[in-house]
């Protein structure tokens, strides 16, 4: 066993209390008993989606007395009833007396084929090995199972099956989803047509000989078709009359016809556009979407939207785009994220390496207590003693995640044939961040991150805070609170009014106007906490697209609402739109001016003394250049390590886990992510810190309604 990543050696590990290795030890056993649960497709135990048992009779199958079958069985409609009889012989019995259609061993075989993939598999899907041999029965693996389980859900639930998968790599991710395909094709229903779309024309020569030589080991009686004689009890031999089980659909190589099942195959390259165009399909298998390469006039999401637009949105049809990752800002890290997130139809799954069967090392109980006592010992190092071993602080989040320790000796043992985490990441992802490969360096410490997750919570209220008018001075007559479900602003507490002044603090990220800009963000802290020597709050954000003047006068009614809280406006978005005009007469470089002129809190920026003694006129907002950022940021930097602050909003803290300093030294984003709760967060952490005083408690409290209607006007300022 190498466990190299930590350069002290036995002699020299800290006392670890006893309790604390045995808990781990005994954890472990857990998860190793949780994994090596059997998983019989025959009898059902381990197969994935909702089971019963249920007794059979030798009579009827050579299995095991009692089976785990699906629940649908339970409600099919030619064979449910079964299922209201302790087993098949009592239904029988019964079926005799009432002159019932009775159920034969080969009745119960096909009502399973039908709703049970698993055993489907396991019985009559016959796929080539890897290594060489003959043909064997599939038999799902862990993660495959896992990948059944989600796509059974959907089917069984009638919502059409629609899943982004981002693998690891050899677990037979592609091979589960082509004969879950072959399986709705060839049991749920006739006329289902399927296309499969690899990245390059040798993939789908595989994928074509596989589905080859499925379809014919499949037995003949099962495709229910009138063309081949069901072979006797006995025989050997078939009728010399077997037709042809795959035909050509007109001259081309591509697409074949099931006769007996009414429906189509159709195969293409996404290095041939052409040959990936939709039709009347069912269900589309993607393969390998994030390595599909631009061609002439084709994008890889021009071919999926060629691909897919004819697929109806109902039950019995399945999209699944699947890939292992291939960088950042691609069309499948775009699409992954929106899955990911819920902005998709589609369901984001992902499989860790730690969760395939092959990926761990036997270990013995005094390997096993070694690294237990390791990994405790080690679980706050934050280095690395050199480029081919990773922080203890990694392995232990490792076991966090879930991994065992011998997954977790396999991992150390893997890591030291690469020299940079990356490579290792790329091949073995942990998680679907660190699946995408990235070449700068994160600057938030992904620990410290993760641990700020507690405090997130769902909104108090969602809706949005408005005046007499959308912009100008009415905007700020008549302030209240609207609860509506679409509304941009969440709200975690809701403003009070007692007289605290410095208390609240706005701060804007300025976007755009389009869907496909980059998102404008106004965030309120709340600074009370301050006064007790803790740190400040997130206690509202509004996030959303529009006009930027119609922005800035939003922000100044949410300021307003939050007892005048200081209005901090990021300004280089408005300083570099001279050329668009935002309210009519007027170019976007006076909004803050106009702003200021009925809204006093406003946020100026201290200028250089020549300027101040030349009687220069008074700059609103924040300015981020290359002498803020980097102290703004180093300060964001801190506040998470040390956690300064309390963060609710989860998004922020994906946004933290997605930002990197890149090798030119600037920060920035991943491609198709975001930075911009980010900013409203390093800013409004600078300012509160060294620019605000601790908020002040009044003398005598200053109470005002707090009913979420409140009526403030513009007079209030006094």
Same mark, same amino acid.
């Given at each position: 066993?190498?466990?190299?990543?930590?350069?002290?050696?036995?002699?020299?590990?800290?006392?670890?209390?006893?309790?604390?290795?045995?808990?781990?030890?005994?954890?472990?056993?857990?998860?190793?008993?949780?994994?090596?649960?059997?998983?019989?497709?025959?009898?059902?135990?381990?197969?994935?989606?909702?089971?019963?048992?249920?007794?059979?009779?030798?009579?009827?199958?050579?299995?095991?007395?009692?089976?785990?079958?699906?629940?649908?069985?339970?409600?099919?409609?030619?064979?449910?009833?079964?299922?209201?009889?302790?087993?098949?012989?009592?239904?029988?019995?019964?079926?005799?007396?009432?002159?019932?259609?009775?159920?034969?061993?080969?009745?119960?075989?096909?009502?399973?084929?039908?709703?049970?993939?698993?055993?489907?598999?396991?019985?009559?899907?016959?796929?080539?090995?890897?290594?060489?041999?003959?043909?064997?029965?599939?038999? $799902?693996?862990?993660? &495959?199972?896992?990948? =059944?389980?989600?796509?059974?859900?959907? %089917?069984? @639930?009638?919502? +059409?099956? /629609? #899943?982004?998968?981002?693998?690891?790599?050899?677990?037979?991710?592609?091979?589960?989803?082509?004969?879950?395909?072959?399986?709705?094709?060839?049991?749920?229903?006739?006329?289902?047509?399927?296309?499969?779309?690899?990245?390059?024309?040798?993939?789908?020569?595989?994928?074509?000989?596989?589905?080859?030589?499925?379809?014919?080991?499949?037995?003949?009686?099962? $495709?229910?078709?009138? &063309?081949?004689?069901? =072979?006797?009890?006995?025989?050997?031999? %078939?009728? @010399?009359?077997? +037709?042809? /089980? #795959?035909?050509?659909?007109?001259?081309?190589?591509?697409?074949?016809?099931?006769?007996?099942?009414?429906?189509?195959?159709?195969?293409?390259?996404?290095?041939?556009?052409?040959?990936?165009?939709?039709?009347?399909?069912?269900?589309?298998?993607?393969?390998?979407?994030?390595?599909?390469?631009?061609?002439?006039?084709?994008?890889?999401?021009?071919?999926?939207?060629?691909?897919?637009?004819?697929?109806?949105?109902?039950?019995?049809?399945?999209?699944?785009?699947?890939?292992?990752?291939?960088?950042?800002?691609?069309?499948?890290?775009?699409?992954?994220?929106?899955?990911?997130?819920?902005?998709?139809?589609?369901?984001?799954?992902?499989?860790?390496?730690?969760?395939?069967?092959?990926?761990?090392?036997?270990?013995?109980?005094?390997?096993?207590?070694?690294?237990?006592?390791?990994?405790?010992?080690?679980?706050?190092?934050?280095?690395?003693?050199?480029?081919?071993?990773?922080?203890?602080?990694?392995?232990?989040?490792?076991?966090?995640?879930?991994?065992?320790?011998?997954?977790?000796?396999?991992?150390?043992?893997?890591?030291?044939?690469?020299?940079?985490?990356?490579?290792?990441?790329?091949?073995?992802?942990?998680?679907?961040?660190?699946?995408?490969?990235?070449?700068?360096?994160?600057?938030?410490?992904?620990?410290?991150?993760?641990?700020?997750?507690?405090?997130?919570?769902?909104?108090?209220?969602?809706?949005?805070?408005?005046?007499?008018?959308?912009?100008?001075?009415?905007?700020?007559?008549?302030?209240?609170?609207?609860?509506?479900?679409?509304?941009?602003?969440?709200?975690?507490?809701?403003?009070?009014?007692?007289?605290?002044?410095?208390?609240?603090?706005?701060?804007?990220?300025?976007?755009?106007?389009?869907?496909?800009?980059?998102?404008?963000?106004?965030?309120?802290?709340?600074?009370?906490?301050?006064?007790?020597?803790?740190?400040?709050?997130?206690?509202?954000?509004?996030?959303?697209?529009?006009?930027?003047?119609?922005?800035?006068?939003?922000?100044?009614?949410?300021?307003?609402?939050?007892?005048?809280?200081?209005?901090?406006?990021?300004?280089?978005?408005?300083?570099?739109?001279?050329?668009?005009?935002?309210?009519?007469?007027?170019?976007?470089?006076?909004?803050?001016?106009?702003?200021?002129?009925?809204?006093?809190?406003?946020?100026?920026?201290?200028?250089?003394?020549?300027?101040?003694?030349?009687?220069?006129?008074?700059?609103?907002?924040?300015?981020?250049?290359?002498?803020?950022?980097?102290?703004?940021?180093?300060?964001?930097?801190?506040?998470?390590?040390?956690?300064?602050?309390?963060?609710?909003?989860?998004?922020?803290?994906?946004?933290?886990?997605?930002?990197?300093?890149?090798?030119?030294?600037?920060?920035?984003?991943?491609?198709?992510?975001?930075?911009?709760?980010?900013?409203?967060?390093?800013?409004?952490?600078?300012?509160?810190?060294?620019?605000?005083?601790?908020?002040?408690?009044?003398?005598?409290?200053?109470?005002?309604?707090?009913?979420?209607?409140?009526?403030?006007?513009?007079?209030?300022?006094?």
């Amino acid at each position: 066993m190498n466990t190299s990543y930590s350069d002290k050696t036995e002699s020299q590990v800290t006392d670890i209390p006893a309790a604390d290795i045995e808990a781990l030890l005994a954890e472990n056993q857990l998860r190793l008993k949780a994994e090596a649960v059997t998983f019989d497709p025959l009898t059902g135990i381990g197969a994935p989606g909702e089971r019963f048992d249920w007794t059979l009779r030798q009579e009827l199958s050579d299995l095991p007395v009692t089976c785990r079958l699906p629940v649908s069985m339970r409600s099919d409609t030619e064979w449910g009833c079964l299922f209201a009889y302790p087993d098949v012989a009592t239904y029988n019995a019964t079926a005799e007396n009432d002159n019932k259609r009775i159920c034969s061993a080969d009745d119960f075989n096909r009502l399973r084929l039908r709703h049970d993939f698993a055993y489907w598999a396991g019985t009559v899907a016959m796929i080539k090995p890897k290594g060489g041999g003959a043909d064997i029965p599939f038999k $799902l693996n862990r993660p &495959q199972r896992l990948l =059944v389980e989600r796509l059974e859900a959907m %089917r069984t @639930a009638e919502q +059409p099956i /629609r #899943l982004l998968l981002l693998k690891a790599r050899q677990w037979g991710g592609s091979t589960c989803i082509q004969l879950y395909m072959a399986w709705l094709q060839l049991t749920q229903a006739v006329g289902l047509n399927s296309l499969i779309i690899a990245h390059q024309s040798a993939a789908t020569d595989e994928i074509r000989d596989m589905f080859d030589r499925m379809i014919e080991a499949y037995p003949g009686e099962l $495709l229910e078709s009138g &063309q081949e004689k069901t =072979v006797c009890k006995g025989s050997t031999k %078939r009728s @010399a009359r077997v +037709p042809r /089980r #795959l035909t050509a659909v007109g001259r081309s190589r591509s697409a074949v016809r099931l006769e007996a099942r009414d429906c189509k195959i159709k195969v293409g390259t996404a290095e041939r556009p052409d040959s990936c165009r939709g039709g009347d399909y069912n269900l589309v298998h993607l393969s390998e979407v994030g390595i599909w390469k631009k061609t002439l006039g084709k994008k890889p999401e021009d071919i999926v939207r060629s691909a897919c637009s004819g697929v109806l949105f109902r039950p019995l049809t399945m999209i699944v785009l699947e890939s292992t990752a291939n960088g950042t800002g691609n069309f499948f890290h775009r699409e992954y994220l929106a899955a990911a997130s819920g902005r998709s139809q589609f369901e984001a799954l992902f499989v860790s390496w730690y969760q395939i069967e092959q990926y761990a090392l036997p270990l013995t109980e005094a390997e096993e207590r070694a690294l237990a006592e390791k990994l405790l010992e080690l679980r706050s190092q934050d280095y690395a003693p050199d480029s081919r071993t990773q922080p203890g602080r990694y392995l232990w989040w490792l076991w966090q995640r879930g991994a065992t320790l011998q997954a977790i000796s396999w991992y150390i043992t893997e890591r030291s044939k690469y020299s940079d985490h990356a490579q290792m990441a790329a091949e073995y992802p942990t998680d679907d961040v660190e699946a995408f490969v990235h070449s700068g360096a994160r600057v938030f410490d992904r620990y410290k991150v993760e641990a700020m997750r507690t405090d997130c919570r769902v909104p108090l209220a969602v809706g949005e805070v408005d005046g007499a008018a959308s912009w100008g001075a009415k905007a700020l007559d008549d302030i209240h609170f609207t609860a509506t479900p679409t509304g941009a602003l969440h709200v975690w507490v809701m403003p009070e009014y007692n007289g605290v002044r410095h208390r609240y603090l706005v701060v804007v990220d300025i976007g755009g106007r389009s869907a496909k800009a980059d998102w404008s963000v106004i965030a309120v802290f709340d600074r009370l906490p301050l006064a007790e020597g803790h740190g400040p709050e997130i206690v509202a954000q509004w996030r959303g697209h529009c006009d930027i003047d119609l922005l800035a006068w939003k922000s100044a009614q949410i300021a307003l609402w939050y007892d005048e809280a200081l209005l901090v406006i990021e300004s280089n978005t408005l300083e570099t739109h001279d050329s668009e005009r935002w309210v009519e007469g007027d170019q976007s470089g006076f909004i803050l001016n106009q702003i200021r002129s009925c809204y006093a809190n406003l946020y100026a920026r201290s200028g250089r003394p020549e300027d101040i003694r030349e009687g220069a006129p008074v700059r609103y907002g924040f300015h981020t250049n290359v002498n803020t950022k980097p102290m703004i940021i180093s300060g964001l930097v801190r506040a998470i390590r040390e956690r300064l602050y309390v963060e609710r909003c989860e998004a922020c803290l994906d946004e933290y886990l997605t930002y990197e300093r890149r090798p030119n030294g600037s920060y920035g984003a991943l491609p198709s992510t975001h930075d911009d709760m980010l900013m409203t967060r390093a800013i409004g952490l600078h300012i509160s810190r060294h620019e605000m005083p601790i908020p002040e408690m009044p003398v005598t409290p200053v109470r005002r309604r707090n009913d979420g209607h409140n009526h403030v006007t513009a007079a209030f300022f006094g």
